[in-house]
């Protein structure tokens, strides 16, 4: 996987504010334990756009650009 552009951490930042409410849409982790349509709270988006979330099932995985998938609640 390559690393997002600045352009687009830069937009991940500006959409996925901390706080920001979403439900999770796809996670392609086989060991993840986040079933689909969990919502969770953005803690960050790091610098290599990776969107931390803090799930309401107590997990913490972060959500990878371009493999995972989120939507705003």
Do not use: C, F
Not at 34 to 50: A, H, K, N, Q
């Amino acid at each position: 996987m390559n690393t997002p552009s600045q352009v687009i951490i830069v937009m991940l930042k500006s959409n996925y504010p901390e706080g920001t409410r979403v439900t999770l849409v796809s996670m392609d982790d086989p060991y993840a334990k986040i079933p689909e349509g969990t919502e969770g709270t953005v803690r960050l988006v790091d610098s290599m756009g990776t969107i931390h979330v803090n799930w309401d099932n107590g997990s913490s995985l972060g959500v990878v650009y371009g493999v995972d998938s989120i939507s705003k609640v």
